[in-house]
Every structure is written in structure tokens, then in C-alpha cells.
């Protein structure tokens, strides 16, 4: 589809050769750099005579998603492709205008000239263009054009120039003075409006609008909030849940059982919503004391949102609710969803409101009082660092202490029982 050959004859000089072969084409990371499944840039190489050069389009694919020389298998492809055939005939438009000048054909200053006309585009207009080709699920893309709102409405970001360690301080003190829903947006809000932008900033950089990432010097500075306060639900609550019995085909019901199967199994909204029970394997394993043979379905996926790695076992709640449904998952838009389970919370008289994600912290929590190491928690979750799992610690420590009280209670009453009998 891009690639391209033309052959050139200068005919200025014996130090010019003549049929000069030049081609041009579309590669994938000529660096070999990107890890495997990780995006890596699309480059245009125009080879001069055998040698090789090379100019950055701009846009990132992983290498499955490059074949026949297009994007494939990308929500965006077409878009990108569009970018891509713009861009390269940009480029073979002014390798064209120096072999009919007769000029040197000048690679670096053809990469300078395309970049400077991208970058008459503001910073704004940049963010929503790449939003829109971002290989992200739908619900992620949502949080960053709310981002892009936020940089908007702040407005002192609008120009590249404006990018600096300064304005992100004060960007970050203006959102904290917005009001939210309820009150004021929390610490991790803030804290996740840093997160998108830097990812957003960091491409600017490998597309060579910004020299450098101010984030770079910003590191620490933002933090996520107080992870000590994770909500979640207590046993008796997630027993209520369970026992919760709505009318037979509401919507209602569904909303039951799909938080059910995520509060055992802690898969998060949109990798529940996209559950395939193909792809998880099936074994037969003996039980060790009552020697019955049980069905295990196991896998070893990737996560929608992030692409980590994660590991799951289905229990039994989790398989009953698939059962009930054919081994399939009931499918639910995720603004019903929540908005069911705030009545369902209310109709039972659990205090904390209910949401999606309070099924994968109530999940975590519940592993860890049940013995599972924060090791194996994370890679439950699907976590890409331990740390983020280590937000649980002070529900492990609750547990750690209520086992603390018991041995306490057991030793006080040994000792009461020992004076009884010397009172005897």
C-alpha cells in the first residue's frame, strides 16, 4: 500500500551518479526496540543509493498490527492509514520537487519541514487528534478527552510554549479548587488528570513537538492520595449480596449476578464485559480430602485496560452465576450498571455505596483475610507493580490484628480457667 520507487537522473557532474535509485516506504521500529507487545513507532525510510533514512510518522502500533504494509486489527486503522498516506505523500512530494530543481535530496531538512507544518496545530488540537487514534478501550479513551476538557478549561495551557514545570504546578492547584460531585475532586482525580497528561506529553516527545517531558522533573511530586481508605465490603455484606433474590429476568437480577462474579473472580468491569470462557482452560483436579474430581477453569490473560498479565481460577459463585447464563456473562452498560447497584446497596442497608470497582477491591480483601500473599493478590489483579496491590495492607492489618485479639482472648482464658481450678 506505501511503499514506493522512483528512479532519478540528476545528470549534473561526474560525482553524481546516474539512475540514481531512490525508494521510500512505511517500516515498523527500525531499531528493534519495542518489546513484544508493545507499541513501537511506524517510520518512513527513504533509501538514497543504499542508504537508508529515516523519518518518524508520529504513529505507534504494536508490530501484530502492522501487515501488508497497513494498520490492521486497530480501532483506529483507518485513521491511521489516512495519516500515513498523507504523510508519506508529503514527503515524496518534496523528494520529487529536488530531483526536478535538480537540489540535493536533504532528508533531515524534509523531516524538519514536515514536522514544522504538523506543529502550527495547538496543543489542544494535538491532544484530541491523538486521542482519537490512541489503541485504548472506549471507556479509557472518555477519561482522556475529559482531560483534554480539563486543559481546555484551564486555558493556561494552550500553546506548546506553555508546557512547563510552572503551568503544571498551577494546572495541578486549579483542579484542585473544582468542585465534583461530591465537593471537591479527590487527591487520586487530580492525581489521574497528571497521569493521562504525561502519557499524552511522553508521545509528544518520540513525535518531536516537545524536547523534553516537564513530568521528567515533576517525579514524586503529584501523589495518588491516601490508598490506605480503599472501600470495600465486608463478608456479611458480600453473604447479603449473595442471598439479595430480585425478580426472576430483571435487570436487577443481572446486576446481582454480574457483581457476584466479579466479587469472585476480581476481573474489573470491561475485562468481565469481554469474558470468554474459550479461552480459559479446563482441569480435571482430584479434591485431596474427599477424593471428588472437580471441574478448575483457569487462565492466564491480559488486562483490556492496561495489557498486564493476570492469572484467574474461577470459584464456585463465580461458575453458578455462569451456569445460570450459559457460561456467559450477564452484559450490562456500565452507567445501568451502577446506577442498579446503588438501589441494590440502599435495599439491603449496606453503607457503602456500591460501583463496579467495588467488587475487585472487595475481591482483593477478601483473598488476603483468607490467607492469599500480596504476591499472588497482584498477579490476580493483574496489577503492574506491587505496590498498587499494597493499598490492601491496612485491610491485612485489621485481619492480622483480629487474629492478634483471638490468640489474646484464648490465652485470657486459659489463664482464667488455670485460677478456677487453684480456686478449687
Partial sequence: MFPHCFLCDFGVGKQKKLNEMITTAIVFDHRGRTKKGA?????????????????????????????FDKVVRHPQADKLNERLGIMLGRIMAKVNDCLSSGKKIDVAKIRREIWETASEKTLIEWLKNEIAILNVADGTRKHYKTLVKRVQDYGGMSSWQDVTVENIYKWDAWLHSLEGNNGKITQSGVWNYHRYLKCLLNRAVRCGKLASNPYMLLKGEFSRGDSENTEYLTEDEMRKIQEFSPTPGTWMEKVRDLFVFQMFTG?????????????????????????????????????IKTGEPYVNQLLPPAVEVLE??????????????????KTIGKALGITTPLHSHLARHTFATWMLKNGA????????????NIRTTQRYAKVLAESVHEDFERVAM???????????????
Avoid at 504513529?59 to 501487515?67: D, F, G, N
Fill in 267 to 303: 476481573l474489573a468491569y470491561s475485562d468481565a464485559q469481554a469474558f470468554d470462557i474459550g479461552k480459559y482452560k479446563c482441569a480435571n483436579v482430584r479434591d485431596k480430602i474427599t477424593g471428588e474430581i472437580t471441574k478448575q477453569w483457569r487462565i492466564i490473560g491480559n488486562r
Fill in 410 to 424: 484464648t490465652l485470657q482464658q486459659t489463664k482464667q480457667n488455670k485460677n478456677k481450678t487453684k480456686q478449687k
Fill in 373 to 384: 500473599k500480596f504476591e499472588n493478590v497482584s498477579k490476580m489483579l493483574g496489577h503492574s
Fill in 324 to 341: 445460570k447464563y450459559g457460561m456467559h456473562v450477564p452484559q450490562i452498560v456500565n452507567a445501568v450498571y451502577n446506577r442498579e447497584l
Fill in 39 to 67: 507499541e513501537g513507532p511506524l517510520e518512513v525510510r527513504v533509501t538514497i543509493d543504499r542508504k537508508p533514512y529515516y523519518i518518524n510518522t508520529g504513529v505507534r502500533v504494536c508490530e501484530r498490527q502492522w501487515q
